[in-house]
């Protein structure tokens, strides 16, 4: 009895049908059509992946060419 039967929504479309009449439910049909076709255009748009950088190459890092100190080391040598 509280089950929804084909019957029910037989009638319901026949209700739907005649309150707005054909040309309104073609309408809004379309309408959704294309909300479902933007909807997953911007999915897809999302899912592609970010360029990849420019080939240029990194800047090469610089090196350093100096011998690390012990500040107490240098400390002793300053005083003596």
Same mark, same amino acid.
């Given at each position: 009895? +509280?089950? #929804? !039967?084909?019957?029910?929504?037989? =009638?319901?479309?026949? *209700?739907?049908?005649?309150?707005? %009449?054909? +040309?309104? #439910? !073609?309408?809004?049909?379309?309408? =959704?059509?294309?909300? *479902?076709?933007?909807?997953?255009? %911007?999915?897809?748009?999302?899912?592609?992946?970010?360029?990849?950088?420019?080939?240029?190459?990194?800047?090469?890092?610089?090196?350093?060419?100096?011998?690390?100190?012990?500040?107490?080391?240098?400390?002793?040598?300053?005083?003596?």
């Amino acid at each position: 009895m +509280g089950g #929804v !039967s084909i019957w029910h929504w037989i =009638v319901v479309g026949v *209700i739907v049908m005649l309150l707005f %009449g054909r +040309g309104k #439910v !073609s309408e809004l049909m379309g309408d =959704v059509a294309k909300g *479902i076709k933007s909807f997953k255009k %911007g999915m897809a748009e999302d899912e592609t992946p970010p360029p990849p950088p420019s080939a240029a190459t990194p800047a090469d890092p610089k090196i350093i060419d100096a011998q690390a100190t012990n500040p107490a080391a240098a400390k002793a040598e300053t005083k003596a």
